[in-house]
């Protein structure tokens, strides 16, 4: 029986949405639109019928940085659908992270038949081939010309076949790297139907069985360490033999894999604070200046590099350093080779034999040194508790003096860092703060966040909320504490609004506020431009009430200025959304 209503566009997309979902696909977030309603109403069911999580977003660039949150931390695809037209540009900020971090991300943007491009049709550009060279993958999918009551037509099998190849590119498999993989959906109208009747049902599975887990998943383990986690065959790891002068460093989110170099290899271990690998007993505290230091950074001979590392000058230089050997180990996010005496290699192992315990006891003995300890020093117990009055009072007074002290950037970066522990998650924004956080901050074994693919303040509330939702998924607990600038929340403050109709994640958003990009203060430009242009063109100073913000958007509020006040309220029991406002000096 043929189906009233029915829709060439419906069938297609629920053939494609199907695939998709038998060999995966958890999570599609989507932005609202005319020419993608068939995607939205098929995603809709899927949500209904429990087979998928449905995250709605008024803004594409909102929802392709929360998908981009949700597949950071699922390490699978996440699917994100938007209409035609400028709605599809809005997803490239965060298709070019995915790229450049290779975070796995299926991008399904709706778009006019051919007929109507380049005629002057309404809500129409070219949008095949708009992602470039970030895509893994890029179809210009036919247009669905008719219906299928069975799912088992020609034009089923094509769209079931489109979904099989962008999820295999956006997942890494072969010798790809995960990424974003681009399926431009052309449709005419009746743009939406009734759903076929095959659809949703459990028994139309695609042809593979789902996965536990996105063969894109950073750094999996495999024959050595570092292994990029593409399904193809790996190679052979290279063996790291004893004997150079060497140190492990790690960038953006190679995680266990860093630390377990150092520790099999009797290394120092180099670890910025979004790595994921800051911790062990090899652990290098206030490495830039031990790196700057001729007697330990200027006699170093390799390097094992693990993911890629963008917080500080140093670890550039060294690096780019003719002299010295770098063994890159590959993983999804793009390669680091600032020397010509870079190997890229798929995964290592550590020849036999005993570490270099002279090199490793120089690097320690200064790391002891540089350590910082922010923590708020204990009470004396014993001056509290003296008979006289004078010893007691002073005691107070310096309680009291220390519960008053307000709070700097140091102090705001370790009062979440130790108020966070593995069932957490943290997630630092590209501002002041990061950076500052990579210079204080000790060791703990937390799983850490980042955008630094290309290290932009944009969508970082939507990513953290992303994280947030999946890592909380099915009651799971802890918290995500995000850290970022004033200006990073603004410029994505969009992300604040969540649909009522979906679950409330456990969020607590902690901003610096100095009232502008002070970051400018530490680069060159603070030094050769005029003040009242700095302020007008790079500090971009505002006077935005985020309390005004928090109210409009349903979270719940609070300004802290003292450590002891900060330090309460990030552990304080609670759920549902905070903002949590610093003010800091300039």
Not at 363 to 385: E, F, G, H, I, K
Request: hydrophobic share 45%; charged share 20%; with cysteine.
């Amino acid at each position: 029986m043929t189906r009233a209503s029915a829709s060439p566009a419906t069938d297609a997309m629920a053939a494609l949405l199907a695939e998709l979902v038998g060999r995966g696909l958890t999570d599609i977030v989507l932005s609202p639109g005319s020419r993608s309603q068939a995607l939205a109403l098929a995603a809709a069911a899927l949500e209904r019928a429990g087979r998928t999580s449905l995250h709605v977003r008024i803004d594409e660039r909102v929802a392709g940085f929360t998908a981009l949150g949700i597949a950071r931390e699922t390490r699978r695809p996440v699917a994100v659908v938007c209409t035609s037209g400028t709605a599809v540009a809005n997803l490239l900020p965060a298709a070019l992270e995915a790229h450049h971090a290779g975070v796995p991300l299926l991008l399904l943007t709706a778009d006019r038949p051919g007929e109507l491009r380049g005629v002057g049709a309404n809500q129409t550009t070219r949008q095949p081939g708009l992602f470039g060279p970030a895509a893994r993958y890029a179809i210009d999918a036919p247009v669905p010309d008719e219906t299928d009551d069975t799912g088992a037509s020609a034009q089923s099998a094509t769209f079931r076949a489109i979904a099989a190849d962008a999820w295999d590119a956006a997942a890494g498999r072969g010798s790809r790297t995960p990424g974003p993989a681009h399926v431009n959906l052309p449709v005419r109208e009746p743009l939406a139907g009734a759903l076929p009747g095959w659809f949703g049902r459990p028994d139309r599975q695609s042809g593979e069985e789902p996965v536990d887990e996105a063969s894109g998943a950073l750094y999996q383990g495999g024959g050595g360490i570092g292994d990029a986690g593409a399904a193809g065959s790996v190679a052979d790891p290279v063996v790291l033999e004893r004997g150079p002068r060497t140190v492990v460093v790690a960038g953006a989110d190679p995680g266990a894999d860093a630390e377990l170099i150092a520790h099999e290899g009797g290394w120092p271990l180099i670890a910025e604070v979004v790595s994921g690998a800051r911790y062990g007993r090899h652990l290098v505290h206030g490495y830039r200046a031990l790196l700057r230091d001729e007697t330990l950074g200027g006699r170093i001979e390799r390097v094992v590099l693990v993911g890629r590392p963008t917080l500080s000058r140093e670890v550039t230089a060294l690096l780019s350093r003719e002299d010295i050997e770098v063994v890159a180990v590959r993983g999804p996010a793009e390669r680091v080779t600032f020397s010509s005496r870079t190997q890229s290699v798929d995964a290592v192992t550590v020849a036999a034999g005993q570490p270099d315990r002279e090199w490793l006891g120089a690097w320690l003995s200064a790391s002891r040194d540089a350590a910082v300890d922010l923590a708020p020093a204990a009470p004396d117990a014993q001056a509290l508790a003296s008979p006289d009055a004078l010893t007691r009072r002073a005691a107070v007074d310096a309680e009291l003096a220390a519960v008053r002290r307000p709070l700097d950037r140091a102090a705001l970066v370790d009062a979440v860092w130790r108020a966070t522990w593995p069932h957490d998650r943290i997630v630092f924004g590209s501002s002041r703060l990061v950076r500052v956080a990579d210079q204080v901050l000790g060791g703990k074994k937390v799983p850490v966040h980042a955008n630094r693919g290309v290290a932009g303040i944009d969508g970082t509330v939507a990513t953290a909320t992303g994280i947030a939702l999946a890592s909380q998924r099915g009651g799971g607990p802890g918290v995500t504490r995000l850290v970022l600038g004033d200006l990073a929340l603004l410029h994505d403050v969009g992300a604040l609004h969540l649909p009522g109709a979906e679950r409330e994640p456990r969020l607590q958003v902690v901003v610096g506020n100095d009232g502008g990009g002070t970051i400018f203060d530490g680069l060159e430009v603070a030094a050769a431009a005029d003040a009242a242009d700095m302020t007008r063109v790079l500090y971009t100073p505002h006077d935005a009430r985020l309390e005004h913000l928090a109210l409009a958007y349903g979270w719940e509020y609070h300004r802290v200025t003292t450590r002891a006040a900060l330090d309460q309220l990030l552990t304080a029991p609670g759920g549902g959304r905070q903002l949590i406002e610093v003010p800091l000096e300039r």
